[in-house]
């Protein structure tokens, strides 16, 4: 139970952290905001190394860095669709993927998640069918790019979820620690290569300062998380993450959602449940 606890408060960070860059990418280049909120989060981290020591091997780093790669690439395709669609519905279809990526994962490592979370992958699929459907409007409708980065970006949380999961259970926050910097690298080599400034306003730097705060503390708790639990049930819990972004998008933004799209809302819920079985 205690996996389960840690991976459902990581995902309450990690779904406040998304609201927190989406308000931030709507101000500045979702590339800055990444690499600053990123940068911003350093110190954090390095307290989280000198309170949980572990002695990690190469390996465990390794997996840390290649899932910091894939975690950044997520996180700012996320953002740039946060920023020009409607955040409770583009979440929920990155957390769809999020949750599915892990479990095939896990049969391709020879760990069978069972019939019902297989059920949640199909029960995701028409999730996804129902979530994008949108009226005419430019308030109601989602395009199919925005549909597109959404799924592209869940795709890469499930990647780098999975690769996080396999740091070992002695290697503390070192593998943390170093997403982190391969984060960052891998962002500003961005910037440069597409001639992104990384200098960003006053008023969006206290949302990038909390998007990066909390983003860091999540990627700790589903690591601790991870390191005591099964990796499928952990990362479908983790994915819950929409959650609270939907629920902040619409008591701040006064999001409105179709009822077809409240439909898919509650088959996602019922495709992650289903995928953590």
């Not at 990444?34 to 190394?49: K, N």
């Not at 899932?67 to 929920?92: D, E, F, I, K, N």
């Not at 179709?258 to 439909?263: D, E, F, G, I, K």
Request: net charge positive; proline share 5%.
């Amino acid at each position: 139970m205690f996996p389960i606890m840690l991976a459902a408060v990581s995902a309450v960070a990690f779904g406040t952290a998304d609201f927190s860059g989406g308000k931030a990418s709507r101000r500045a280049d979702p590339v800055a905001v990444t690499v600053v909120s990123q940068v911003l989060s350093v110190p954090l981290l390095l307290l989280l190394v000198l309170v949980v020591p572990g002695t990690p091997t190469a390996v465990d780093l390794a997996w840390g860095l290649g899932a910091g790669v894939a975690g950044a690439a997520g996180v700012m395709l996320l953002y740039r669709a946060l920023a020009a669609g409607m955040m409770a519905v583009v979440a929920p279809v990155t957390a769809i993927t999020a949750a599915v990526v892990p479990i095939i994962a896990g049969l391709l490592t020879a760990r069978w998640p069972g019939t019902l979370a297989l059920c949640g992958a199909g029960l995701a699929v028409l999730a996804i069918a129902l979530v994008s459907l949108g009226e005419g409007g430019a308030r109601g409708a989602v395009s199919t790019r925005l549909i597109g980065l959404a799924l592209t970006a869940g795709a890469l949380f499930g990647v780098f979820f999975a690769l996080l999961g396999q740091a070992g259970p002695a290697a503390g926050m070192w593998p943390v620690l170093a997403l982190r910097f391969s984060s960052i690298v891998f962002g500003v080599a961005l910037a440069v290569g597409t001639g992104v400034s990384l200098r960003i306003g006053p008023r969006v730097l206290g949302w990038a300062a909390a998007a990066g705060l909390l983003d860091s503390a999540a990627n700790a708790l589903y690591l601790a998380a991870a390191a005591r639990g099964h990796l499928s049930v952990v990362a479908a819990i983790a994915a819950l993450y929409p959650a609270s972004t939907v629920l902040l998008a619409l008591a701040v933004d006064r999001e409105r959602l179709r009822p077809v799209q409240l439909a898919g809302l509650g088959f996602a819920a019922g495709a992650l449940v289903l995928a953590s079985v």
